[in-house]
Structure formats: structure tokens, C-alpha cells
């Protein structure tokens, strides 16, 4: 390795109303500005609707009020300073690292922006700083933006946090996430991640499920506001909050997630029932009776068993009407933040999970429909069907997956497939054989094409820009064994960038 790359040169970055200096060593993300963009939305709705925002708020500004902000793992103090600069109603931001050079950054970049009053900069290990807080100084709101895995930073966090508040947290590791290493998943996250097209919304929700763990150890559970997947990362914002009777009901917000190695067709598997009783109108709990047989009822071929996923809704509606409020043309990325959002409010929140087009022709090696014929097909049977935010030919419906196969079956009876593609026992063959039940129709559908598109949103970014990979962790965080990391890093993030990259034409490799 080279001197250079030993010393890096320092940088300037100026990025929303913050400008700072990294002395080199410290990682800066670009790419991330959508992310600390979006962060400085949310936490602008999130302080809104605090009590204690009744009086008119200004960012810049300590309210003695206001609210108190932990950024675990700053590293430039960028986000921190961002945060202190452009959210309303903030009383005290802490900028915390384990580096001292990374602290020594934050220090200056405090002073060179005027935030002293605001931002307190800290150097301790993350979690031993939340440890030390989480009895008498808890915080409205805690930042874990790790490079890789956050598993290790919840059991403080979610001790940390204050009744209600708000739990930003990032994972990057989305090889591990997205099922290239089910093993490592699970020992990391404590479930197991399949590679499947809806690969990107199960890394979330194998998130989300992990963060809910940990809350639930100490009688606190989690209500996510919104949940994302963008470029190399995944991130949620979630409230905490505490009530053993509501941890009761947590088994019922999981599931397993029984996944066709031959067609990709999938069924969710609670782990838990909830009924009103009758009589005396309180909750009983149960076990559910009946997992779903040993193979595939359309293609005949087996199951691998994934999860448990978070099984309840990944964004709050209301918060993202409250949100959609807040965003303003002043932000670099407010384009991609508009097309995102308007997106994700239309992802219907109480269906697990998606297909894609592709998986559905390709299967069966058919030519593709067009998603408006799909979509439309769909809402002439009366179920209801949505896009994610996560693909863009992605097929989120209520819709049985006997109704999907047949909708196929009916577009193949009209495009017949070139029968040399159809071998023996393949999932195309098999679901081929199975005769149509539903009636279908192609006829358009008023509501096939959504909203958002209709107004030109930007509704599926491209990576943005050739260095837009997750980069390697700073090495002024990683200490003595960074050679080794870097080393480790280089083959991920080829692997991460593939698996992107394929997710933005049509997600192969999930
Ligand atoms: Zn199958």
C-alpha cells in the first residue's frame, strides 16, 4: 500500500447549509447526501409533533425545550452539524466517535460552522457512551449510521432512547442482508435472509424484526415511520416505546417466510395469533396450527425457510402525510426525496413483500407484459396491487399467488412460449401444466398507473455517480486492523455494487 493511500489528502465539503473540513483520514460519503437530507426531513416532522413545539421554532437556534440528538458514530460531524443548522427545535446535538482524529475533526468543524452551543463533540466508544446515559440523560433522538452491521449499537440504543422517541439506524452489509450469507444473517441480525426478487424489502424487515428484539428485552417495543432502501443501504426510523402488554403482541408482528426455489412464489408464516375474546374483550394470544406444506403448490419444487421478518407495517401513513409537508425545493436531492416519498405512500402497508415482472415471465420463459396489462389484470379481480420503492417493475399485491400464476397462464395462452424452453419438472413447465381458474382480464385499469407517475415524479433513481459505493470504513474508526478491512472490503463491495447494479435493471441477483 501506498503512502497516499496511508495519508490521504484532506477535503472540503460543503453540503446543505454545513461546510467542513475532513483532515483526510475520515470518511465522506457523497452519495449519503440523500440520506442526511432525508434524516433532516423526518427530524423536522419528528419535532413537530412534540408537545412541547408549540412555540415557533427555528433551526440554528438552542430551544431549551427542544429536542436532545445522539449521533453515535459521527466521524466529519457533517450530519451532526447539518442537523444542528437545519432542524427546528433542537436543544443539544451530541457528535460522538471513537477516533480521536475523527473528534478532533468534529471539534473544528463545530467551531468553523458557529454550532457551539448546539453540537457537543464527544469521543467515546459508542456504546459505552449510551450505557452511561441510558439511565439519567436519555435522548429524544439516537443516529447509528455504521459502516456494515448496526447489530451491535441496539441493545444500547433501544435503552438509550428516550419514551417515544426516535431510532435512525443504518446497515450497509446488504450482501449479508440481502441472502448471499443466510448464516452470517443470522448470527448478526438473528434471521435468516433468502435471496429473493424481494430481497431489499426482507432486509428491512429482518431490520426492523432485530431492532424489535432488542426493544422488547426491556418491556419497549418499536412503531416504524418510515423505512427505506436506496443505493448501497438500507435505513429506518423508528419510535421506542414502552409497554410489556404491547411485547405480547410482537410474536403476531413476525414471521417466517417459506420461499419456491423454482418459481419464487412465497408464503408468510406468523409466529403468533391475536383474537379479541368475545366475552370479555380482552386479547388472547395463540400459536398458529397449520405451516404450509412441503412444496410449491404451482411449480412443485421446494421451500427454503426464511426469517422471522418484521410482519407489521414498515412506514406510518401518517407520518408520511405529515412528512410529505415537510419537503422543500432548498434540499440538493429534493427531486429524488419527492419521487421516493411519493412512492413509498403508495407501497400498500399492510402487504409483506413483491414480485417482479420478471420473475413471473421468466419463469415460465414467457415474453414480458407490460406492468400496466399485470396491474391492470390484477384490479379487475378485485385485489388491490402496488410498486415498492425498491424496484421498479416490482408487483406488491393482496392478490393469491394461484391468481398471479393464473394471470401468466392466461398472457401465455395469447403469447405462447417456444415450447423447446419448457424441459421436464421445470417451475415453468409445472405451472404451465396447472389449468386457469380465474378469469382474466387485460382490459385497462383506471388505477394501473399510479399517482406518482402520472405527475412525472422521479420514482427509481439509478446510482447516482461512479464512486457511489458504501467506500471503506474510515480508517481513523477502524484502528489497527484497517489493512486487514480494507483488504476485506474490496471484494464487498464489488459484490454489493453487482447486486445493485442488477437490482436497478431487474434484480437478478437477489
Ligand atoms: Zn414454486
Not at 454550532?115 to 456504546?127: E, Q, Y
Not at 452489509?173 to 426482507?202: F, Q, W
Not at 419537503?327 to 400498500?348: D, P, W
Not at 415524479?457 to 439509478?462: M, N, T, V
Amino acid at each position: 500500500m501506498d503512502s497516499n493511500e496511508e495519508n490521504p489528502p484532506s477535503q472540503e465539503i460543503s453540503e446543505g447549509l454545513a461546510k467542513i473540513k475532513t483532515s483526510g483520514s475520515v470518511f465522506y460519503n457523497p452519495v449519503q447526501e440523500f440520506n442526511r437530507d432525508l434524516s433532516i426531513i423526518v427530524l423536522n416532522t419528528f419535532a413537530k409533533q412534540l408537545p412541547q413545539s408549540e412555540t415557533p421554532l427555528n433551526p440554528g437556534v438552542k430551544h431549551e425545550n427542544g429536542i436532545s440528538i445522539l449521533e453515535a458514530l459521527s466521524a466529519t460531524g457533517l450530519r451532526s452539524i447539518r442537523y444542528a443548522k437545519e432542524v427546528k427545535g433542537v436543544k443539544e446535538i451530541i457528535a460522538n466517535d471513537i477516533s480521536s482524529k475523527a473528534v478532533e475533526d468534529i471539534r473544528r468543524n463545530v467551531c468553523d460552522n458557529g454550532v457551539n452551543d448546539l453540537v457537543v463533540p464527544s469521543h467515546d466508544d459508542a456504546t459505552m457512551l449510551m450505557y452511561k446515559c441510558r439511565k439519567e440523560r436519555r435522548f429524544d433522538v439516537i443516529d447509528l449510521d455504521p459502516y456494515g452491521c448496526p447489530s451491535i449499537f441496539l441493545d444500547a440504543a433501544v435503552q438509550t432512547i428516550k419514551e417515544g422517541g426516535l431510532l435512525l439506524v443504518t446497515a450497509t452489509d446488504m450482501a449479508v442482508l440481502a441472502g448471499n450469507s443466510p448464516e452470517t444473517c443470522y448470527s448478526k441480525y438473528g434471521a435468516i435472509s433468502l435471496r429473493m426478487k424481494a430481497c431489499h424489502e426482507m432486509a428491512l424487515r429482518i431490520l426492523l424484526q432485530c431492532i424489535e428484539s432488542h426493544a422488547n428485552r426491556y418491556g419497549r417495543y418499536i412503531v416504524p415511520l418510515l423505512s427505506l432502501s436506496a443505493d448501497f443501504y438500507i435505513r429506518v426510523f423508528v419510535r421506542v416505546f414502552t409497554s410489556a402488554k404491547t411485547c405480547k403482541q410482537t410474536l403476531s408482528k413476525l414471521s417466517m417466510v417459506y420461499h419456491c426455489t423454482g418459481c419464487g412464489s412465497f408464503q408468510l408464516q406468523p409466529l403468533g395469533t391475536m383474537r379479541i375474546n368475545e366475552k370479555n374483550r380482552q386479547m388472547k394470544y395463540g400459536l398458529p396450527t397449520k405451516p404450509p406444506g412441503g412444496s410449491c403448490e404451482h411449480c412443485n419444487h421446494p421451500y427454503h425457510l426464511g426469517g422471522p421478518i418484521w410482519n407489521a407495517p414498515i412506514h406510518s401513513s401518517d407520518f408520511l402525510n405529515n412528512l410529505q409537508t415537510e419537503v422543500s425545493e432548498n434540499f440538493a436531492t429534493f427531486k429524488r426525496i419527492q419521487g421516493v416519498l411519493s412512492v413509498i405512500s403508495e407501497e400498500l402497508i399492510d402487504v409483506p413483500l413483491y414480485y417482479t415482472l420478471e420473475q413471473l415471465s421468466g419463469t415460465l420463459h414467457v415474453e414480458t407484459p407490460s406492468m400496466v396489462a399485470v396491474r391492470s389484470a390484477i384490479l379487475n379481480s378485485g385485489y388491490r396491487v402496488s410498486y415498492t420503492h425498491m424496484n421498479k417493475t416490482s408487483i406488491k399485491t393482496d392478490a393469491p399467488g394461484r391468481l398471479l400464476w393464473d394471470i401468466m397462464r392466461t398472457w401465455e395462452s395469447q403469447h405462447p412460449v417456444n415450447q423447446k424452453r419448457l424441459v421436464e419438472n421445470s417451475p415453468g413447465t409445472n405451472i404451465l401444466a396447472k389449468k386457469i381458474e380465474f378469469g382474466v382480464s387485460f382490459e385497462y385499469h383506471s388505477e394501473a398507473s399510479p399517482e406518482s407517475k402520472k405527475l412525472g415524479f422521479l420514482r427509481f433513481q439509478q446510482n447516482p455517480m461512479p464512486n457511489w459505493g458504501p467506500g471503506t470504513r474510515a480508517t481513523a474508526m477502524v484502528g489497527d486492523n484497517k489493512l486487514e478491512k480494507r483488504k476485506k472490503n474490496q471484494g464487498k463491495r464489488k459484490r454489493e455494487q453487482s447486486d445493485d447494479n442488477e437490482n436497478s435493471e431487474d434484480n437478478k441477483n437477489c
